[in-house]
């Protein structure tokens, strides 16, 4: 079935694949999904051109639902059918769609801290929603583990608990690398980030991630979306960022290599 979807969310996944989750016209939330590996960075383009992107409206051909509480949006899609339609205005009317007063509401189950901010798996009515959260506590962008880069945020929600999640964002990975340089540390980058918010209407797209080997019942909750009024990013989208990585890595200008 042919179905127009307004992007919200574009997370980065392991090994060069993406998420992507937007909604459609009755206010849905769908997240198109493809047999393991699943979706290609490269599948976010057309002809060179990124055609899926934060608030880009594409139409694609849904073809079985295939929910799996509490990720209950998946849909299977065709990949070669999706096309760009335009770019939506009214960002915060689109994420209003999605608000809720406190990251609880979102997920309908209680969410544990024992091991990091979970849910258990095979239960709840959703994994994706959108909070204004009532400040922002810190930034964190850092080198991690194997060689990998942190990228963190610490927020407390109108229920005045505060979480500390990981962001998926994949705009926000690729312009957190951006900004690092030889004169330009993650300390500082990190200080830069939080100002920013602080300065700024800030919205959170929370998601789950999916149970793995060592966890296989718990899905852990994740940042899949940062957006703020005014934009942080000026108009820009993910692409323009990793067209500047791509020219870094041919040697027009230095940024360290970024795994």
Known sequence: MKTQLVITDLTRMQRGRVCIAGYDRSRTCIRPVLPPPGIAESDLYLNGKAII?????VELELLQPLPEPPHTEDVLYEPNGVSFIRQVVGREQVLAWSLFDRVSDIFEQPIHSD??????DCQGPRSLGTIQPRSIEQVRYAPGERGAWDYRLSFTDAEDITYRLKITDLTWHYF??????????????????SNRLHSRTVYLRIGLS?????FPD???????????????LDGRNFADFAQQRISDEHGQYFIEETP
């Open 53 to 57: 992107y934060p608030f880009a409206l």
């Open 115 to 120: 091991i990091g901010f979970n849910v258990m």
């Open 176 to 193: 957190c690398d951006s900004l690092r340089d030889e004169n330009h540390d993650p300390q500082q980058i990190s200080a830069e980030l």
């Open 210 to 214: 999916r149970g793995w080997k060592q």
């Open 218 to 232: 718990r899905c852990f909750l994740q940042i899949n979306a940062i957006y703020t009024f005014p934009d942080y």
